[in-house]
């Protein structure tokens, strides 16, 4: 189910003190192993896709809410400080207002989209009682070099540039107007790292700070629980994201430019357009997003058609 590579991990393996595990997030005693003697946990599991959520949400709801549970109370059991998660922006659902802010959100669409609200349900709940702080940032179509091009719910991107590299016609589904916040990987980690590394009493001084900003009080509880929009803070038709690919990707085989388009139908689960407001990360965690999409993309393009074979 992983739609990473083991292989991608050989420099991180090359640093001293690295250790890697291999196990399931629903497995308790695996993610127990993985936050003993551990100040901050990065949460990055999950099992994507809206479309194979509405094929199987059973394993869905399984991974997703059961393995992030788990994780949660092995970091709790373990006396972990922070807990950083993977949120979404599929959270935010059918509400209609552009950009999203975080206090605002609309019906689920998905199954995958319900697992990642009750996943920021479960963390505040878990701040409330046990006093572990945690911290969720709703990724935005996130994007980047060592995304994998295959599977059947391969991210738009690389299977876009799977297609162009290998001649194959790129199939856009519905009209192309649908638009998305896509988010380059370099910007993602940032917030993470900046995420983990606010201190608590300047992390509730500036939460304070933003929610009186925006007419709403702020009452810290027993530990600190919020989410954060992690995205770029720009739209991007698909149609528009097409083009690009294909006029970086000509750059290195001219043939890449005569490529066509085909349209498919909309997808099941689907939102037309998605914006991030990024005030709030920038505000309380100092989140600024050094690579647009279209430096973000460059970049991509180059470390897919070097690692092509």
């Known amino acids: 189910m992983l739609p990473g590579k083991k292989t991608n991990l050989e420099p991180a393996q090359q640093q001293p003190g690295f250790t890697l595990l291999e196990g399931d997030i629903r497995d308790y005693e695996t993610c127990v192993k993985a936050a003993e003697g551990c100040e901050f946990v990065f949460h990055q599991a999950a099992l994507g896709s809206v479309p194979r959520s509405i094929i199987d949400p059973m394993t869905t709801t399984d991974v997703n809410i059961g393995g992030f549970v788990k994780v949660l109370h092995a970091a709790k059991e373990a006396g972990v400080k922070r807990v950083v998660y993977a949120a979404s922006s599929s959270t935010y659902g059918d509400h209609p207002d552009l950009p999203k802010v975080e206090h605002k959100i609309g019906n689920a669409l998905s199954p995958y989209a319900i ?104 009452t810290a509880g027993k530990a600190i629980s919020e989410v954060f929009n992690v995205a770029f803070g720009e739209r991007t038709t698909l149609l528009e994201l097409a083009q690009i690919l294909k006029d970086n990707l000509s750059a290195f085989d001219p043939a890449i430019s005569q490529a066509e388009f085909k349209h498919g139908g909309n997808r099941n689960g689907d939102i037309p357009h998605s914006l991030a407001s990024i005030n709030k990360a920038g505000t309380v965690l100092g989140y600024r997003p050094e690579f647009s999409v279209r430096d973000g993309l460059k970049l991509a393009c180059n470390w897919y058609w070097d690692s092509r074979q």
Do not use: C, H, M, W
């Open 115 to 218: 697992t990642k609200y009750v996943d920021e349900l479960f963390a505040k709940n878990f701040s409330d009682i046990y006093g572990i702080e945690t911290i969720g940032l709703r990724y935005f179509n996130v994007f980047g070099r060592r995304q994998d091009p295959n599977g059947a719910y391969a991210a738009v991107i690389p299977k876009f540039v799977s297609s162009l590299i290998n001649g194959e016609q790129i199939v856009i589904n519905g009209d192309g107007s649908y638009s998305r916040d896509f988010t380059y990987i370099d910007n993602v980690i940032q917030a993470n790292l900046l995420a983990a590394a606010k201190p608590s009493a300047a992390l509730k001084q500036d939460l304070a700070r933003y929610y009186e900003g925006i007419g709403e009080s702020y």
